[in-house]
């Protein structure tokens, strides 16, 4: 019966020419597969599909899902590389013309090519970008596999929750895919491409597994020769690949994650160094992709600062980079309406098209006063300064802290309260002073959640300060953990938080002893411009903060 039915149906194909089309398809696969290049196991996967596709017909809907296979498999790069640039000068020309700064970036991968110039195993470093947004990560990759001449992809992973994006659909599923791993090697078309996985920190796991244990995998080097796709259930060689991560924080990178990859930090950039970015890259970028001549539309230089300083307020350039945008826009309208053949922005220009001062850095207070300290604080979108407040009232000993603290913060203001309750004396305070008195600390621009033990020192001083009477340094900022017998433990991100306090035009901050081999990291023109003390404990602090 069922012999007696296909040969109705080949009959039937052969009246609607079906049968020679799907010899025609079949012949065509299994000359694509002959040529592909497909490793052992790939193509003997391939034929056997191939195979299948032959018994249940090219039209069929199981065909169909066969065919879909097929073509994912016969398009991935199995054997296709492009030539590294191995040329180092050639790559560093390269790097500097599209970048400024980033020097540790840059040298890693000049390192690398070295290194790769005498052996011919090595493995590509994985590395990982770690730093405020807009300070070049994600371009400067691009760079990378530019210099290098591989071929680029990117692959954003944030928001990313289920194993299966990473690591594909077993085929079992209708509609299965590959996931973006492959994905991304069919958009690369080499097995030796710059792959950016960007937000490796914005990943996370829930019940359909994790994210990161795929990942795992892919970032490592010792086993991502054999990286398994649940679609294509065929191993695909990872291993050429040169991996490139970025991540805002390395607070919530899984620790597995971070272990296989080198961190690379990229922290936010000086008013200067905005400067020649701007003049140097951003500017001519602008010109370029609107095909303007460079001396048809000129910026001063002090037109440039000035967009920086008022009405940009950021630790990386992509803010500068809009409102340079907007300002080119408005002068070209102005110079077509006008009738102009060139025009040099000034700061005037700046006023009238960007409308009044956005932002003043100059936050910090004129004036000394009682229980208001500057803090310095760190966070995903790079430093800030953190005005911390405290006042006394009428009552029994309370302490109310507001302001969207995050447990950490508040443990710590919890701390450092019984640290002045426990010295009172020693700070000319009564030591009964709770007794009648209601503490409160308040951390204000609430809408920001701020957490950390960094702001120690800032709330022991603030309550020191409002408890004694005593004044605090206007041109004051700290940063600093405490603990309970007022030791001051180091602290993360000095060159974010230096860099906010200059912006908030602080002249001296006092940050922990243990933080001194970080000031190496610092540039000149911040340190010329910012007096640092160490403390290792809090009556430093407050011999140098208190008047
Ligand atoms: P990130 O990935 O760190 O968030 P991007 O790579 O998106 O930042 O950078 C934002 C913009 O700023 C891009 O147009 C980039 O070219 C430019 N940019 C950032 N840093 C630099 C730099 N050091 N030199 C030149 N251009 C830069």
Redesign the pocket.
Known sequence: MNHFLKEQLRAIKEELGEEDEEKKEINSYKSKIRKAKLPKQAKEKALYELDRLKKCGTFSSEGGVIRTYLDWVLELPWSKETKDNLNIKRVREILQE?????EDVKNRIIEYLALKKVSKTLKGPILCLV?P????????AESIAHALNRNFVRMSLGGVRDEAEIRGHRKTYIGAIPGRIIYGMKQAKSKNALFLLDEIDKMSGDFRGDPADALLEVLDSEQNNTFRDHYLEIDFDLSKVLFIT?ANTLDTIPRPLLDRMEVIE?SGYTSEEKFH?AKE??IP?KLDELSIEYNKITFSDSSIYNIIDNYTRES???NL?RKIASIIRKTITEMLEKNKKKMNITVNHVKKYLGPVQFTYDKADKEDKVGVVMGMAWTAYGGDTLPIEVSTMKGKGKLEITGQLGDVMVESAKAGYSYVRANAEKYGIDFKFYQDKDLHIHVPEGAVPKDGPSAGVTMITAMISALSGKKVKHNVAMTGEITLTGRVLPIGGLKEKSLAAYRAGIDTVIIPKDNEKDLLKIPKTIKNKLKFILADNIDVVLENSLI
């Open positions: 599209e970048h400024y700064g980033l730093g947004p807009g300070v070049g990560k994600t371009s400067i970025t990229v970015i890259h951003l970028k990386g350039v992509r980079e």
